[in-house]
């Protein structure tokens, strides 16, 4: 069922401006849409193709990861001016086909950076320290002090993998742990006083850690996998806190059970759905998946780390903003 929420009076005409609203989202985004005339309309339930013979009437779209925007879908949408996606990747958006089109193309990595940050080193420091381990054993009567004893994150080295918004964030947090942190990405000069940029070999050399914070891409699509893990020459620490896809579960657990990978903190998974809201509904989980959930020093969960309170407002705050500051632009043309 459709909701609109009519524009009230502002300085600028974006009134011409219908913006189809596909996914729930912090109310701050519609009021302040809203609030600067535009026109919003909510539609959280309608099928795809449903979507598709109306798209023609909107100029805007905001969407988290309901479904794909690809070809077929932006034929449809002759009068597209923009796509803002509430989150940090593009990847559910063809984005040639959509850029081909004149189509403006938003994200708010910005939005849930701290919240990835604070996530990512919350999962490695419970790795180090073995706190999932430790609580269901004492849960259940067992008090295990020396099997618990952890390991510390002062003077290890972390290499972090893609040093943008979410990467920067997580090089921050670890500033006051005395430890070296290593940076690769495929942009030149991205180190900062938090992170020093190396080739991806120096930091397959050194790292005791590996943390991706990467989009996925053709290039960074099956990235860590058997060849990769074999590259690097210490028994290492992996975090992913990036996309499911960009990881080989299988030889991911294969390294685990040979000690290669010491331990994973995995929020992302290699099986989730392109919408990320489900993973669990088929009786014939794969194989590398059963042997996860079954492995102590694997710590998984689903898909939040850049899911917080905070985050989903300020993700609405920074999607506004940049829709606003766009058609400001576009209005003065």
Same mark, same amino acid.
């Given at each position: 069922?459709?909701?609109?929420?009519?524009?009230?009076?502002?300085?600028?005409?974006?009134?011409?401006?219908?913006?189809?609203?596909?996914?729930?989202?912090?109310?701050?985004?519609?009021?302040?849409?809203?609030?600067?005339?535009?026109?919003?309309?909510?539609?959280?339930?309608?099928?795809?193709?449903?979507?598709?013979?109306?798209?023609?009437?909107?100029?805007?779209?905001?969407?988290?990861?309901?479904?794909?925007?690809?070809?077929?879908?932006?034929?449809?949408?002759?009068?597209?001016?923009?796509?803002?996606?509430?989150?940090?990747?593009?990847?559910?958006?063809?984005?040639?086909?959509?850029?081909?089109?004149?189509?403006?193309?938003?994200?708010?990595? /910005?939005? +849930?950076?701290?919240? =990835? $940050?604070?996530?990512?080193? !919350?999962?490695?420091?419970?790795? &180090?320290? %073995?706190?999932? @381990?430790?609580?269901?054993?004492?849960?259940?009567?067992?008090?295990?002090?020396?099997?618990?004893?952890?390991? /510390?994150? +002062?003077?290890?080295? =972390? $290499?972090?993998?893609?040093? !943008?918004?979410?990467?920067?964030? &997580?090089? %921050?947090?670890? @500033?006051?742990?005395?430890?070296?942190?290593?940076?690769?990405?495929?942009?030149?000069?991205?180190?900062?006083?938090?992170?020093?940029?190396?080739?991806?070999?120096?930091?397959?050399?050194?790292?005791?850690?590996?943390?991706?914070?990467?989009?996925?891409?053709?290039?960074?699509?099956?990235?860590?996998?058997?060849?990769?893990?074999?590259?690097?020459?210490?028994?290492?620490?992996?975090?992913?806190?990036?996309?499911?896809?960009?990881?080989?579960?299988?030889?991911?657990?294969?390294?685990?059970?040979?000690?290669?990978?010491?331990?994973?903190?995995?929020?992302?998974?290699?099986?989730?759905?392109?919408?990320?809201?489900?993973?669990?509904?088929?009786?014939?989980?794969?194989?590398?998946?059963?042997?996860?959930?079954?492995?102590?020093?694997?710590?998984?969960?689903?898909?939040?780390?850049?899911?917080?309170?905070?985050?989903?407002?300020?993700?609405?705050?920074?999607?506004?903003?940049?829709?606003?500051?766009?058609?400001?632009?576009?209005?003065?043309?």
């Amino acid at each position: 069922m459709l909701q609109v929420k009519r524009p009230r009076p502002c300085t600028l005409n974006f009134s011409f401006l219908k913006i189809l609203h596909l996914d729930t989202n912090h109310p701050l985004l519609l009021e302040t849409l809203n609030s600067e005339g535009f026109e919003n309309v909510e539609d959280y339930s309608s099928s795809e193709e449903a979507i598709k013979k109306i798209i023609h009437n909107y100029q805007g779209i905001v969407i988290r990861s309901r479904f794909k925007i690809d070809a077929s879908f932006l034929d449809a949408a002759i009068n597209l001016k923009f796509i803002a996606r509430v989150g940090a990747g593009l990847e559910n958006i063809d984005t040639p086909y959509a850029e081909s089109k004149g189509i403006q193309l938003i994200s708010a990595p /910005e939005g +849930n950076r701290n919240a =990835v $940050g604070e996530h990512a080193l !919350g999962m490695l420091l419970s790795l &180090f320290n %073995k706190l999932n @381990k430790a609580d269901k054993e004492v849960k259940a009567g067992q008090w295990n002090r020396e099997a618990n004893r952890g390991v /510390e994150l +002062n003077g290890k080295t =972390v $290499g972090i993998i893609g040093y !943008g918004n979410m990467g920067k964030s &997580f090089a %921050k947090k670890l @500033k006051g742990f005395d430890c070296e942190v290593l940076c690769n990405d495929i942009k030149p000069n991205m180190g900062d006083e938090n992170a020093r940029q190396v080739p991806l070999a120096e930091l397959q050399k050194k790292a005791d850690v590996i943390s991706l914070h990467t989009p996925w891409t053709p290039s960074t699509d099956k990235m860590i996998d058997r060849t990769f893990i074999t590259a690097v020459e210490k028994p290492f620490w992996l975090l992913n806190t990036a996309r499911g896809k960009s990881v080989v579960t299988s030889h991911v657990v294969s390294a685990l059970e040979t000690g290669k990978i010491l331990g994973a903190g995995l929020d992302v998974l290699e099986f989730e759905k392109t919408s990320f809201e489900s993973l669990f509904d088929s009786e014939a989980l794969p194989q590398a998946l059963k042997q996860l959930l079954t492995m102590d020093n694997v710590l998984l969960s689903p898909h939040v780390a850049g899911w917080t309170i905070e985050s989903k407002e300020q993700l609405a705050k920074v999607i506004a903003h940049k829709i606003i500051v766009s058609f400001k632009s576009f209005n003065q043309k």
